[in-house]
């Protein structure tokens, strides 16, 4: 097993574990995409991560570090499209890629981490919860653009 920042070649193995968390065909290889990895890759406060199991990615999570000019000018981290495929749940593996964001943000000198579900399952829940986020002391908001 390998935690680690996704690298260009796992592109599509990326993709094709993000159909798991809902309406996210695999697209088409074309310039743009390739543009937009580009650009996420390359940008040093985004960070995707991917857990490789039995070669191939069994988890994932993406971690953005935002700058901030409150709370002593220190960033805060926001965790993004948090996913374990299906034959790798009950493993740890969405605990492991959590803890390594945790680990990013925290050495970023971030304040706070946040991450948002639509699931309202108790057991996802439960499982943020293990994974050390609360959700008792402030209120998320959503708005669909």
Known sequence: MEIREARKEDLFGLLELYQYLGDNP???????LDALWEKITGDPNIHPIVLIEEG????????????????????YALVE???????H??????TMVLDYARELAKAANCYKIMLCTS??????????RRAGYESETKTAFYQKL
């Open 56 to 75: 191939m990615i069994a988890a994932s999570c993406t971690v953005t570090i935002i700058p901030n000019l409150t709370h002593s000018q220190r960033p």
């Open 26 to 32: 695999v697209p088409d290889e074309s310039p743009e």
């Open 81 to 87: 499209n948090v996913v374990t495929h299906p034959d």
């Open 119 to 128: 699931s309202k399952a108790e057991r996802t829940l439960n499982f943020y």
């Open 89 to 94: 749940n009950g493993k740890g593996f969405g």
